[in-house]
Each structure stands twice: as structure tokens, then as C-alpha cells.
């Protein structure tokens, strides 16, 4: 044993390093991307099951709908601040903007039970969800032209109110 640990020790070592590194790559990057991946799921469909949660509903649902959404849009923004830059970049890579979509779903949550709120515009909603978290390959591109024009007019409204 100790005559073949004498010849091989060297591949041992670089066995043993292999060994860390797989470790350390799949707990800090592997790891927290399937976590932005199943919440990304999660949001959307917390999005589809409660967007049109509105005035005539009982209480209980108007609540449930706003736990869930206050749900999603919190696992949302804990992701986004407080994973690191492996994180950050597969989001810029894969187009999601975690922020803005956790702004829409707390949108949503605000508007749950809501008198006078149209459909229209809770569409718009949803559809903004899906645009800024990379799923709107149902939409026509004009409304996804509609949609990000929207989006951008609520940025310089809220950057304005600051």
C-alpha cells in the first residue's frame, strides 16, 4: 500500500482537489441556481393562480392570495440580494430581473380584493410578471412590445416619485 501511495501520490492529491472543487461548484453555483429556478416556477405560478383575486371574493381567498403573492415576491427579492455574483450572473444570463418581477407581485398582492380594478390591467400585470422572469413565449410580440413599455413607464414613475 504505502509502495503505491509512493507512485500515485500525486493523483491521489489531484483526485482530492477534483474532489473540493466539484464540491465547492456544485454548493455555490449549482445549488442556488436550481433555488432561482424552482422559486422562478413558483412565482409564476403563484402570478397565474391569484392575479385575478378581485372585489367579490370571499375574505379568505382575498387572504390567501395575498400570502401567496407576498410569498413569491419575497423569495423573489431574497434571492436577488442575497445570493452572490455566480447567482447574479446566470440572472443577467438568462434575462430575469428578480427585482422588477417582485415589484409586480407585490403590485398584485396590493390590488388583491380590490374593487374597480379591470381585468385589463391585471392582465397587464401578469403579462409584466412573465416578461420580466423570461416565460412570455405565449405572448405576441406586440404585446410584449406593449408590456415592456409599460414596465419601462413605471420605472421612470417610480424613479421620479424618489
Known sequence: MHEWLANNWISVLLAAMGGVLVWLITNWVGKPIVDIRDRR?????????NAY????VNNERV?????????????????SRGYGWP?????RLAGY??????DWLI????KAGELGWADERRQIVLDAIYVLLRAH????PERIDKVKTRIGLEKRLSGEKL
Open 107 to 110: 403590485f398584485l398582492h396590493n
Open 137 to 140: 413565449h405565449h405572448l405576441s
Open 41 to 49: 416556477i413558483k412565482a409564476l405560478q403563484a402570478a397565474e393562480q
Open 87 to 91: 447567482v447574479r450572473l446566470y440572472c
Open 53 to 56: 383575486v378581485g372585489y367579490g
Open 63 to 79: 387572504i390567501e392570495a395575498k400570502a401567496a403573492l407576498s410569498e413569491a415576491a419575497s423569495s423573489l427579492r431574497s434571492i
Open 97 to 102: 430581473d428578480l427585482e422588477g418581477a417582485a
